[in-house]
T-cell receptor, first 115, second 114 residues
Protein backbone atom coordinates (compact mmCIF):
# COMPACT_ATOMS: atom_id res chain seq x y z
CA UNK A 1 0.00 0.00 0.00
CA UNK A 2 1.14 3.50 -0.68
CA UNK A 3 1.19 6.40 1.74
CA UNK A 4 2.14 10.05 1.70
CA UNK A 5 3.69 12.12 4.48
CA UNK A 6 3.76 15.89 4.41
CA UNK A 7 6.15 17.33 6.97
CA UNK A 8 4.80 20.44 8.61
CA UNK A 9 1.08 21.12 8.79
CA UNK A 10 1.79 24.87 8.73
CA UNK A 11 4.58 26.73 6.98
CA UNK A 12 5.06 30.49 7.18
CA UNK A 13 7.33 32.46 4.85
CA UNK A 14 7.88 36.11 4.07
CA UNK A 15 6.83 37.53 0.73
CA UNK A 16 9.72 37.06 -1.69
CA UNK A 17 11.27 34.18 0.28
CA UNK A 18 11.76 30.62 -0.92
CA UNK A 19 8.83 28.27 -0.49
CA UNK A 20 9.67 24.64 0.35
CA UNK A 21 6.87 22.18 1.12
CA UNK A 22 7.97 18.65 1.89
CA UNK A 23 6.41 15.41 0.69
CA UNK A 24 7.67 11.87 1.17
CA UNK A 25 5.97 8.78 -0.15
CA UNK A 26 6.16 5.09 0.45
CA UNK A 27 5.29 2.73 -2.34
CA UNK A 28 6.39 -0.71 -3.41
CA UNK A 29 6.25 0.30 -7.06
CA UNK A 30 7.17 3.55 -8.80
CA UNK A 31 4.25 5.90 -8.24
CA UNK A 32 2.80 8.88 -9.99
CA UNK A 33 2.98 11.98 -7.78
CA UNK A 34 0.86 15.10 -7.70
CA UNK A 35 0.68 18.42 -5.93
CA UNK A 36 -2.69 20.11 -5.55
CA UNK A 37 -3.53 23.54 -4.16
CA UNK A 38 -6.72 24.47 -2.35
CA UNK A 39 -7.68 28.09 -1.83
CA UNK A 40 -10.16 28.86 0.96
CA UNK A 41 -13.63 27.43 0.37
CA UNK A 42 -12.67 26.07 -3.05
CA UNK A 43 -11.95 22.73 -4.63
CA UNK A 44 -8.54 21.32 -5.47
CA UNK A 45 -6.51 22.53 -8.42
CA UNK A 46 -3.65 20.56 -9.93
CA UNK A 47 -0.30 22.35 -9.59
CA UNK A 48 1.92 19.74 -11.20
CA UNK A 49 2.43 16.02 -11.67
CA UNK A 50 5.26 13.52 -12.00
CA UNK A 51 4.64 10.60 -14.33
CA UNK A 52 8.10 9.01 -14.72
CA UNK A 53 9.38 11.34 -17.40
CA UNK A 54 11.61 14.25 -16.29
CA UNK A 55 12.38 14.20 -12.58
CA UNK A 56 12.15 18.00 -12.32
CA UNK A 57 8.58 19.00 -12.97
CA UNK A 58 7.40 22.54 -13.57
CA UNK A 59 3.85 23.52 -12.73
CA UNK A 60 1.61 26.52 -12.70
CA UNK A 61 2.18 29.76 -10.79
CA UNK A 62 5.97 29.30 -10.74
CA UNK A 63 6.00 26.11 -8.66
CA UNK A 64 8.19 23.14 -9.37
CA UNK A 65 8.96 19.80 -7.74
CA UNK A 66 11.74 17.28 -8.02
CA UNK A 67 11.24 13.53 -7.82
CA UNK A 68 14.08 11.90 -5.88
CA UNK A 69 13.72 8.15 -5.88
CA UNK A 70 16.65 7.59 -3.49
CA UNK A 71 14.98 9.85 -0.92
CA UNK A 72 11.40 8.86 -1.81
CA UNK A 73 10.62 12.56 -1.90
CA UNK A 74 8.71 14.97 -4.09
CA UNK A 75 9.19 18.37 -2.44
CA UNK A 76 7.44 21.44 -3.83
CA UNK A 77 9.37 24.68 -4.25
CA UNK A 78 8.91 28.22 -5.48
CA UNK A 79 11.82 30.67 -5.56
CA UNK A 80 9.86 33.72 -4.43
CA UNK A 81 6.61 33.60 -2.47
CA UNK A 82 3.72 35.86 -3.34
CA UNK A 83 0.82 36.79 -1.10
CA UNK A 84 -1.51 34.99 -3.49
CA UNK A 85 0.30 31.69 -2.75
CA UNK A 86 -1.33 31.50 0.68
CA UNK A 87 -3.39 28.31 0.53
CA UNK A 88 -3.35 24.67 1.55
CA UNK A 89 -1.19 22.31 -0.47
CA UNK A 90 -1.68 18.58 -0.81
CA UNK A 91 0.72 15.96 -2.07
CA UNK A 92 -0.89 12.84 -3.54
CA UNK A 93 0.22 9.54 -5.02
CA UNK A 94 -1.34 7.02 -7.35
CA UNK A 95 -0.09 3.69 -8.59
CA UNK A 96 -0.01 3.29 -12.36
CA UNK A 97 -0.47 -0.04 -14.04
CA UNK A 98 -2.73 -1.29 -11.27
CA UNK A 99 -5.99 -0.03 -12.75
CA UNK A 100 -6.60 1.81 -9.49
CA UNK A 101 -6.84 5.49 -10.31
CA UNK A 102 -7.70 6.79 -6.86
CA UNK A 103 -5.30 9.19 -5.19
CA UNK A 104 -3.87 8.78 -1.71
CA UNK A 105 -3.41 12.21 -0.16
CA UNK A 106 -1.11 13.59 2.45
CA UNK A 107 -2.62 15.51 5.33
CA UNK A 108 -1.85 18.86 3.78
CA UNK A 109 0.38 21.87 4.51
CA UNK A 110 -1.10 25.30 5.04
CA UNK A 111 1.17 27.98 3.61
CA UNK A 112 1.04 31.43 5.16
CA UNK A 113 2.80 34.31 3.41
CA UNK A 114 3.75 37.28 5.57
CA UNK A 115 4.04 40.76 4.02
CA UNK B 1 -17.50 22.76 -20.31
CA UNK B 2 -18.84 23.12 -16.79
CA UNK B 3 -16.35 20.48 -15.60
CA UNK B 4 -17.36 18.74 -12.37
CA UNK B 5 -20.38 20.20 -10.62
CA UNK B 6 -21.69 19.39 -7.16
CA UNK B 7 -24.95 20.23 -5.41
CA UNK B 8 -25.77 21.42 -2.86
CA UNK B 9 -22.86 23.61 -1.75
CA UNK B 10 -23.98 23.54 1.89
CA UNK B 11 -26.29 21.20 3.81
CA UNK B 12 -27.30 20.75 7.42
CA UNK B 13 -28.85 17.45 8.44
CA UNK B 14 -30.15 16.03 11.67
CA UNK B 15 -28.83 12.70 12.92
CA UNK B 16 -30.67 9.87 11.22
CA UNK B 17 -31.77 11.81 8.15
CA UNK B 18 -30.81 10.63 4.70
CA UNK B 19 -29.79 12.66 1.68
CA UNK B 20 -28.06 12.48 -1.67
CA UNK B 21 -25.10 14.59 -2.73
CA UNK B 22 -25.16 15.14 -6.46
CA UNK B 23 -22.13 15.06 -8.75
CA UNK B 24 -22.09 15.50 -12.51
CA UNK B 25 -19.36 15.91 -15.12
CA UNK B 26 -19.61 16.86 -18.76
CA UNK B 27 -16.16 15.72 -19.89
CA UNK B 28 -17.13 12.13 -20.73
CA UNK B 29 -14.68 10.81 -18.11
CA UNK B 30 -15.10 7.15 -17.33
CA UNK B 31 -13.67 7.31 -13.82
CA UNK B 32 -15.39 9.16 -10.95
CA UNK B 33 -14.80 9.18 -7.23
CA UNK B 34 -15.94 10.66 -3.93
CA UNK B 35 -13.60 11.93 -1.22
CA UNK B 36 -14.21 13.44 2.15
CA UNK B 37 -11.94 16.10 3.62
CA UNK B 38 -11.46 16.44 7.35
CA UNK B 39 -9.02 18.79 9.12
CA UNK B 40 -5.53 17.34 9.39
CA UNK B 41 -6.42 14.22 7.42
CA UNK B 42 -6.23 15.28 3.81
CA UNK B 43 -8.77 13.69 1.50
CA UNK B 44 -9.91 10.11 1.93
CA UNK B 45 -11.56 8.01 -0.74
CA UNK B 46 -15.14 6.92 -0.03
CA UNK B 47 -16.27 5.18 -3.25
CA UNK B 48 -15.24 5.18 -6.85
CA UNK B 49 -16.53 4.08 -10.23
CA UNK B 50 -14.59 2.99 -13.31
CA UNK B 51 -17.59 3.29 -15.59
CA UNK B 52 -21.38 3.20 -15.77
CA UNK B 53 -22.71 0.29 -13.73
CA UNK B 54 -19.40 -0.38 -11.93
CA UNK B 55 -18.61 0.91 -8.45
CA UNK B 56 -16.27 -0.11 -5.66
CA UNK B 57 -15.38 0.88 -2.12
CA UNK B 58 -12.56 3.14 -1.07
CA UNK B 59 -10.95 3.65 2.33
CA UNK B 60 -13.99 4.92 4.26
CA UNK B 61 -17.17 3.52 2.64
CA UNK B 62 -19.28 2.81 5.74
CA UNK B 63 -22.51 4.79 5.89
CA UNK B 64 -22.43 5.74 2.20
CA UNK B 65 -23.93 4.26 -0.96
CA UNK B 66 -23.24 5.03 -4.60
CA UNK B 67 -24.54 3.99 -7.98
CA UNK B 68 -23.55 4.94 -11.52
CA UNK B 69 -26.31 4.61 -14.04
CA UNK B 70 -24.83 7.09 -16.54
CA UNK B 71 -21.34 8.27 -17.43
CA UNK B 72 -22.19 11.80 -16.33
CA UNK B 73 -23.65 11.31 -12.86
CA UNK B 74 -22.29 9.78 -9.67
CA UNK B 75 -24.50 10.54 -6.66
CA UNK B 76 -23.44 9.81 -3.08
CA UNK B 77 -26.15 8.73 -0.65
CA UNK B 78 -25.97 9.06 3.10
CA UNK B 79 -28.27 6.40 4.46
CA UNK B 80 -28.64 7.59 8.07
CA UNK B 81 -26.56 10.66 8.80
CA UNK B 82 -24.28 10.70 11.84
CA UNK B 83 -22.26 13.57 13.35
CA UNK B 84 -19.08 11.71 12.26
CA UNK B 85 -20.11 12.40 8.67
CA UNK B 86 -19.75 16.13 9.15
CA UNK B 87 -17.16 16.93 6.51
CA UNK B 88 -16.50 18.53 3.15
CA UNK B 89 -17.22 16.16 0.29
CA UNK B 90 -15.47 16.36 -3.06
CA UNK B 91 -16.35 14.58 -6.24
CA UNK B 92 -13.66 14.02 -8.88
CA UNK B 93 -13.50 12.64 -12.38
CA UNK B 94 -10.58 11.52 -14.48
CA UNK B 95 -9.55 10.20 -17.85
CA UNK B 96 -6.53 8.39 -19.15
CA UNK B 97 -4.01 11.15 -19.92
CA UNK B 98 -1.25 8.89 -21.19
CA UNK B 99 -1.69 6.64 -18.17
CA UNK B 100 -1.69 9.36 -15.50
CA UNK B 101 -5.45 9.56 -14.91
CA UNK B 102 -5.34 13.23 -13.99
CA UNK B 103 -8.23 14.03 -11.65
CA UNK B 104 -10.54 17.03 -11.84
CA UNK B 105 -12.30 18.08 -8.65
CA UNK B 106 -15.67 19.68 -8.07
CA UNK B 107 -16.10 22.69 -5.73
CA UNK B 108 -17.25 20.56 -2.79
CA UNK B 109 -20.29 20.15 -0.55
CA UNK B 110 -19.97 21.23 3.07
CA UNK B 111 -22.14 18.94 5.21
CA UNK B 112 -22.95 19.43 8.87
CA UNK B 113 -24.79 16.75 10.84
CA UNK B 114 -26.25 17.84 14.16
Amino acid sequence: AQSVTQLGSHVSVSEGALVLLRCNYSSSVPPYLFWYVQYPNQGLQLLLKYTSAATLVKGINGFEAEFKKSETSFHLTKPSAHMSDAAEYFCAVSLPHTGRRALTFGSGTRLQVQP
Amino acid sequence: NAGVTQTPKFQVLKTGQSMTLQCAQDMNHEYMSWYRQDPGMGLRLIHYSVGAGITDQGEVPNGYNVSRSTTEDFPLRLLSAAPSQTSVYFCASSYDSGGTYEQYFGPGTRLTVT
